[in-house]
């Protein structure tokens, strides 16, 4: 666990009853490379729209996980470790890192869950 | 991923054993041209501009294996070398000065086009001492029949295909996913792309 949690995330009290959506924001040209769990749970992928005609990707994994490593090919706009979208997530962006080659970049953030105090 | 893109993989498999440029037959590049060529600042290896001597030099050294290359390369062996590649530069000679250019361009271009790596901004890596040629050839040598030789001879796109799969198989993660690749050769069209999408990480019960 990242001691220096940051953000609007927060100690979750009683037991993960919400396990609500972590939002990772890329341009519309990324490209998702993999997406692995520590739990070694297979991720299933969708792709929803929006009602404002939006493309999402959504990526359902086991709630077991603690942690989850999603690498882009694309900037992530998932902002600075610590970083919560939504103050009801139960994980936060543990880790952002990016790599460059000459045009695409690829980049890596790692979700890890918010510790329960039961 | 865009119509008619070949990946480097698929590329560096596909190339002919034998190709025609300006007339002269002549192999895939090989391990040994592409040091060789480097060595003697080709501008077609160094992307400056190059000009009939180049070119010359070019389709000689490439019309020769490792051995008989390296005869020619030796300090007592200048005349001859210089004889042939006056030799090379008048029968290429008639033909169109961009013609020449954009032939051996695509002969160069074609059989050195190998997968793409992703670095670390502001990482601490280092640049290699060993130029990346000794690289194949040493994981090579003792995979192929031939040894040694066998091992400077071949394509060097496959060559160079065959270091980055072993690369990756030993914890390499620079190496870019065909995706990412096909972004990269295409990249004037994706990076006019605008808007963004949201990736939702979502728990099930």
């Known amino acids: ?118 | 991923m865009k119509s008619g893109w070949i990946s480097p993989w698929w590329q560096a498999f596909a190339l002919p054993d034998e190709w025609d440029v300006c007339g002269v037959a002549v192999p895939p590049l090989s391990v040994w041209h592409v040091f060789a060529l480097c060595n003697l600042g080709n501008a077609y290896l160094t992307k400056s501009t190059p000009d009939l001597d180049d070119a010359a030099s070019l389709l000689l050294i490439c019309s020769k294996d490792m051995a008989k290359g390296k005869e020619l390369l030796l300090p007592n062996m200048a005349n001859k070398r210089c004889r042939n590649i006056i030799k090379m530069a008048k029968r290429i000679k008639g033909l169109d000065a961009e013609y020449i250019e954009r032939a051996c361009g695509e002969y160069v271009d074609t059989c050195t086009r190998t997968p793409s790596r992703f670095s670390k901004g502001g990482g601490t890596g280092h640049p290699p001492a060993v130029p990346f040629t000794w690289h194949i050839v040493m994981l090579m040598s003792d995979r192929l029949p031939g040894g040694l030789t066998a091992a400077w001879n071949m394509p060097y796109a496959y060559g160079a295909c065959l270091y980055d799969a072993y690369a990756e198989m030993k914890g390499d993660d620079s190496i870019l996913s065909t995706a990412a690749q096909e972004m990269e050769d295409n990249w004037e069209y994706y990076k006019g792309i605008k808007g963004t999408k949201q990736i939702e990480l979502v728990g099930s019960a």
């Open chain 1, 1 to 118: 666990m990242a001691a220096d949690q940051k953000g609007t995330g927060s100690l979750t009290f009683g037991g993960q009853a919400t396990q609500a959506a972590i939002h990772i924001t890329v341009p519309a040209n990324s490209i998702i490379e993999s997406v692995t769990f520590n739990d070694g749970g297979a991720p299933q992928y969708e792709d929803v729209m929006d009602e404002d005609g939006a493309m999402h990707t959504r990526i359902t994994f086991e709630s077991s996980m603690d942690t989850a490593t999603v690498v882009v090919i694309g900037a992530a706009y998932a902002s600075e470790a610590g970083d919560v979208d939504g103050s009801s997530s139960n994980y936060y962006i543990e880790s952002v890192s990016a790599e460059y080659s000459k045009g695409p970049r690829r980049t890596t953030i790692t979700c890890t869950r918010i510790p329960t105090i039961a």
